[in-house]
């Protein structure tokens, strides 16, 4: 069974820094592509960022892009987020999650779905003074 | 950006109520739309993929309709642990975008 761990939330002022971390178990890590959603409190989910298997491609959603920065450690199967000048609205539990990419043949060319299939508990971070 | 508006937000209903909820793109997206369901405290999970494909594991009565810019969610003889926020997401390009949820309450 796939289980992802995050952790490194936690209170943090105005203009500072944090790096998320997910530990994966129980899937080929490397083979797996994966990604950061996070979820403002009382708010809805909001896409940040996903990775391929071998940390070559990563895509990030543009009002974050330059401030955070995803990565991998495949030798220890895990997942980074790090996060810089952060502000209020950065305030969010962060969930991991592992990326399944379903086949399905189509008509001029197969379909390729990403499918968000497993996620971890989340971690919170707090950005307050 | 594509943009994902779903709607109702809220949706009271009754256990064994037939509910519908629909999520409309700010473009065509063939069928890369998938439907999740969020208890509060907890992480969501998917029940459908490629607007129709039911995830494993998930109860058949979830359904997901729809192609192009238009999709539904439909839910068959509601059940108490069905009460819960959904949420569409399209995947057909980065950034991946969600709709605002739909909260479907008992009545």
């Known amino acids: 069974e796939v289980h992802l761990v995050e952790s490194g939330g936690t209170l943090v002022q105005p203009g500072g820094s944090l790096t998320l971390s997910c530990a994966a178990s129980?899937?080929?890590?490397?083979?797996?592509?994966m990604t950061w959603v996070r979820q403002a409190p009382g708010k809805g989910l909001e896409w940040v960022a996903n990775?391929?298997?071998?940390?070559?491609?990563?895509n990030y959603v543009g009002s974050l892009k330059g401030r955070f920065t995803i990565f991998r450690d495949n030798a220890k199967n895990s997942m980074y987020l790090q996060m810089s000048s952060l502000t209020a609205e950065d305030t969010a539990t962060y969930y991991c999650?592992?990326?399944?990419?379903?086949?399905?043949?189509?008509?001029?060319?197969?379909?390729?779905?990403?499918?968000?299939?497993?996620w971890g508990t989340g971690t919170t971070v707090t950005v307050s003074s | 950006d594509i943009e994902m508006t779903q709607s109702p937000t809220f949706l009271s209903a009754s256990v064994g109520d037939t509910v519908s909820i629909t999520c409309r793109s700010s473009?065509?997206?063939?069928?890369?739309i998938n439907w999740f369901q969020q208890k509060p405290g907890k992480a969501p999970n998917l029940l459908i993929y490629g607007a129709f494909s039911l995830q494993s594991g998930v109860p058949s009565r979830f359904r997901g309709t729809g192609s192009g810019r238009d999709f539904s969610l439909i839910i068959n003889g509601l059940q108490p642990e069905d009460f819960a926020t959904y949420y569409c997401q399209q995947n057909y390009v980065t950034p991946w975008t969600f709709g605002q949820g739909t909260k479907v309450q008992i009545k």
């Open positions: 473009q065509d997206i063939s069928r890369y």
């Open positions: 129980g899937l080929i890590f490397s083979e797996s592509r």
């Open positions: 999650a592992k990326v399944y990419i379903a086949k399905e043949p189509g008509g001029l060319a197969d379909f390729h779905f990403y499918n968000i299939d497993v």
């Open positions: 990775i391929n298997g071998d940390g070559s491609q990563t």
